[in-house]
T-cell receptor, first 119, second 117 residues
């Protein structure tokens, strides 16, 4: 079973500044994956970044980086150099994997954080 | 990345009628598809998991007779909202899992906004 907690219902950031969106997780799976998605007002779910539980390095994708602290069960998303187009709802999600990695569970989503970027 | 389409993008129907929403994986074969429901400013709520050729697995509290799911092929799953009522108005999103993707990623469709009058 998986549980994702996003404690920031809304966040504000000035354009060009960095912002951190918090995510903590709870899981009974030994192997799991953590995802971040962006959902603009159009409703589409845009995949941003992925972190595997056994990855030693923090994941990075362009302006997005994932601050993965396994002992603290946190997977915070850092957006650098915020842009107006970053204004959207952001979801953290997790997915369990079995030991062999050949079958996998469903995605569990957090409550989401609405990010507003000010000019 | 892989593409998932959803049709229609918006639908308005009268109370008591049924509505079918299609979800297609366009460039990969999806053995598993998922259907979510989302209310404004809330998270995605998983309704059911659909495996090709077998019955869908519904989440607790989701009425299987009201939300009929069919996964007839490796590229198509459909959700039919039967005898729709205004409280069924919502944003419905499907996703398809690519079994050969690097981290078992789910690719999401663009969603269907259902309004029941």
């Amino acid at each position: 079973a998986q549980k994702i907690t996003q404690t920031q219902p809304g966040m504000f950031v000035q354009e060009k500044e960095a912002v951190t969106l918090d995510c903590t997780y709870d899981t009974s799976d030994q192997s799991y994956g953590l995802f971040w998605y962006k959902q603009p007002s159009s409703g589409e779910m845009i995949f941003l970044i992925y972190q595997g539980s056994y990855d030693e390095q923090n994941a990075t994708e362009g302006r997005y980086s994932l601050n993965f602290q396994k002992a603290r069960k946190s997977a915070n998303l850092v957006i650098s150099a915020s842009q107006l187009g970053d204004s959207a709802m952001y979801f953290c999600a997790s997915q369990g994997l079995n030991a062999g990695g050949t079958s996998y569970g469903k995605l569990t989503f957090g409550q989401g954080t609405i990010l507003t970027v000010h000019p | 990345g892989a593409v998932v389409s959803q049709h229609p993008s918006r639908v308005i129907c009268k109370s008591g009628t049924s509505v079918k929403i299609e979800c297609r994986s366009l460039d990969f074969q999806a053995t598993t598809m998922f259907w979510y429901r989302q209310f404004p400013k809330q998270s995605l709520m998983l309704m059911a998991t659909s495996n090709e050729g077998s019955k869908a697995t519904y989440e607790q509290g989701v009425e299987k007779d009201k939300f009929l799911i069919n996964h007839a092929s490796l590229t198509l799953s459909t959700l039919t909202v039967t005898s729709a009522h205004p409280e069924d108005s919502s944003f419905y999103i499907c996703s398809a899992r690519d079994p050969v993707s690097e981290f078992y990623e789910q690719y999401f469709g663009p969603g269907t906004r259902l309004t029941v009058t």
